[in-house]
């Protein structure tokens, strides 16, 4: 008998323990986690400051003068089979720009994230999606152009005041064009940084900008001389860092304080650069990603060769993938549009060059950022050295494939770009 209440005695004693223990043990981890969820809010808030310091005063998008102003001039415009049922709003206004994700093989073709020790926490901050509005203009840096003299700085300055200033106009007119899907780190993602110099680079892809990145490095003191930077190096390398790569904080303080960069090219040329480049050379990425689908979609009775390998893809089909609202694989930072990938009216770029005076320009924002003397902008070709560059005359044999009404219709497209940097419309 004694046996049995000792026995029950300490179960109960057992019992009453676990159930404690339980108790405590909830309380603590309701307690930790509240405390967690404080500082969470407290960083989210932190995070809302900054990201409102950099627009001053909101202002409200308005891009429907830019559509309107399009859709009156081309109400009755052709295009083949189901393009003219889905052609929607060409610019792309309301959409995100669908980005491709590529596997570890295939970012050969694409730029390398730059590594840093300052990065923001995970994915959590990237997914972030306040639109960001900010009022122009921002704080541009004054240049340094003491180091220049006589006439070709007085030539050099009135050329950039006077691309800034037309800039800043049509900003100021259409107040902007924001992608309200966008957010701080997807819009800075495209501008690398060099910290030494203090220089912020929007790329622009088939605007100079490999041996932009060659600069770069030189200016990071990762090479001697931009000439013995191979391709593959400046491209894959993973030498230099990307704006998005940095915290808010780091963000801010760059935008803030930096001086900032964007190079641009006609359009049109920058697109047929693209074209040719991609699609008419052996391409281990752009033929099987994007020539397959492409050919698929758009020629008729395709062979079984085309159809498995994507080579030979023509201009004309390249440019019905290029206007289909509901194209068969994404866009692509080669023939993605200037405003979509530097965001030139919510960023105030203190210099803006032109691929058509790109050793000029270039050089002369070497001298304004205090560069060694010794260093100036490569003049070589990238890769297929032995082709013709791409030229106004080289554009003009492409655009024979299509009808006027496609060639307006690529000029929509590229609408925005033409306007912002005071590009001549092409022979339509």
């Known amino acids: 008998m004694k046996a049995k209440q000792v026995f029950f005695s300490v179960l109960l004693f057992g019992t009453a323990g676990l159930l404690l223990f339980m108790y405590l043990q909830a309380w603590i981890e309701g307690h930790y986690t509240g405390r967690l ?49 889905k052609r929607g709003n ?62 070709k700085r007085k030539k050099a300055d009135a050329t950039q005041e006077k691309r800034r ?111 040719r480049d991609k699609f008419e050379h052996p391409n281990s990425y752009y033929h099987p990603v994007f020539g397959k689908a492409i050919i698929k979609k758009y020629r008729p009775n395709a062979s079984a060769e085309a159809l498995n390998n994507g080579s030979g893809v023509k201009f004309k089909e390249f440019a019905y993938y290029l206007l289909d609202a509901h194209r068969p694989v994404g866009m692509d930072i080669h023939w993605e549009r200037v405003s979509k990938l530097c965001y030139p009216c919510l960023i105030n770029y203190d210099f803006v060059g032109k691929f058509e005076t790109l050793e000029e320009d270039a050089n002369y924002f070497l001298q304004l950022i205090g560069a060694p003397k010794e260093l100036k902008f490569p003049n070589f070709k990238d890769r297929h050295s032995s082709d013709e560059r791409t030229n106004a005359h080289v554009v003009r044999q492409y655009l024979k494939d299509l009808s006027a009404a496609e060639r307006q219709l690529i000029y929509d497209f590229y609408h925005l770009d033409y306007l912002m940097f005071n590009y001549t419309t092409p022979h339509l």
């Open 165 to 275: 200033s037309f800039l800043h106009e049509f900003c100021k007119k259409y107040g902007g064009v924001n992608d309200p899907k966008s957010n701080l780190f997807h819009i800075v993602s495209r501008i690398y940084v060099e910290d030494k110099h203090k220089i912020l680079y929007c790329e622009v892809p088939k605007a100079g900008c490999s041996n932009w990145k060659r600069i770069l490095m030189v200016l990071n003191g990762l090479a001697s001389s931009a000439y013995n930077i191979s391709h593959d190096t400046v491209h894959y390398g993973k030498h230099l860092k990307t704006l998005d790569s940095f915290d808010l904080k780091g963000v801010h303080m760059r935008l803030s304080t930096y001086t900032k960069a964007v190079f641009v090219r006609d359009p049109m040329e920058r697109l047929v650069s693209a074209f």
């Open 90 to 151: 060409l610019l792309n206004l309301g959409r995100p720009t669908r980005v491709l994700r590529k596997s570890s093989h295939s970012q050969r073709e694409d730029r390398a994230h730059g590594s840093s020790t300052e990065t923001h926490q995970g994915a959590k901050l990237r997914d972030f999606q306040k639109p960001i509005q900010m009022d122009w203009p921002l704080v541009t840096r004054p240049l340094n152009k003491s180091s220049v003299q006589g006439n």
């Open 37 to 85: 969820e404080k500082k969470r809010e407290q960083r989210a808030v932190s995070e809302l400051r900054l990201v409102h310091s950099l627009q001053h005063v909101p202002r409200m998008v308005t891009t429907g003068k830019i559509q309107k102003h399009i859709t009156n001039q081309n109400s009755e415009v052709y295009m083949p089979g189901d393009l003219k049922k």
